[in-house]
Structure formats: structure tokens, C-alpha cells
């Protein structure tokens, strides 16, 4: 555990400690030992730090500043660029997944885009319903 914390993984450090403790907890309760030594590690090992959260857009208002700012933002690439992050806002789909999009994926007569489970980090399929808004991007794309 300490060679784990002079990582600074001290959250792996935790669970390490944590699953050594269940094991001592059942080697007592099967009679194989008579105490839980990681027990004591509990308070000895180094606490992770407090994470900061990621700041977030909870306000309608922002969310609206942001969209506007996207509809005028002009660089190179950036029709492309406006197109895919309005669609990241309307669909809430991982930038990869949206960059592996197969034109295949998108079922525009039901609404749905439907991405199969080997493209997705949980490895399951995923259905997106699809806004009229999100057809009109697709539909400005296809050409």
C-alpha cells in the first residue's frame, strides 16, 4: 500500500486497504485468523485530496451566452467545429463519439441515433434521441 501511496494514488491506497480488510474480515469469521491488522492502517494512510469540482453551466442564461457564442464562432474549420459542438450540446454524446459517428448509426425516420456498444465507454449500445434541431445539423452535414 505505501509503494501505491508514493504514487499518489492514495484512493487506490484506500481500496487496497479496504479489500485486505474484508479478506481478514472472513479469515476470522472462517476461524483462519484472529484479527484484521489492515484495521489499523485505516488512519495511517494518507487521505486523497478533496477533488475540485468541474465548473458546470447551471444558470439558463449562460447556457444561452454559450449557444449564441458557438453560432457566431468563426476559425478555421469552423463551420465543422459549430456543427459538432451544438450537437454535443444537443445530444450530451462524449466528443468521441460523436467524432466516430457513422452516418449508418442515425435512424432520422424514429429520431434516434443508436451507437453501438463497441464505440461506447460502458460497452453497451446507447440510443440519442434526436431533436429537430439535431436532424437539421445532421441534415446541413450529410452533403
Known sequence: MRRVEAR???????????????????G??????T?????DLKHALTKAPKSNPRPALTD?????????????????NGRL???????????????????????TEFDEKNRVWLIPAEKMKMRDDHE???SRQALAILAELRP
Open 128 to 130: 440519442v434521441p434526436l
Open 60 to 76: 439558463p442564461d449562460d447556457v444561452g451566452d454559450l449557444m449564441r457564442r458557438i453560432e457566431v464562432y468563426d476559425a478555421k
Open 81 to 103: 467545429v459549430r456543427y459538432a459542438l451544438k450537437l454535443i450540446a444537443l445530444t450530451m454524446v462524449r466528443p468521441g463519439e460523436l467524432r466516430l459517428a457513422e452516418w
Open 8 to 26: 499518489g494514488r492514495y484512493y487506490t491506497a484506500g481500496r487496497l486497504r479496504s479489500t485486505a480488510s474484508r479478506i481478514f474480515q472472513f
Open 35 to 39: 484479527s484484521d491488522p489492515s484495521r
Open 28 to 33: 476470522i469469521g472462517a476461524s483462519y485468523c
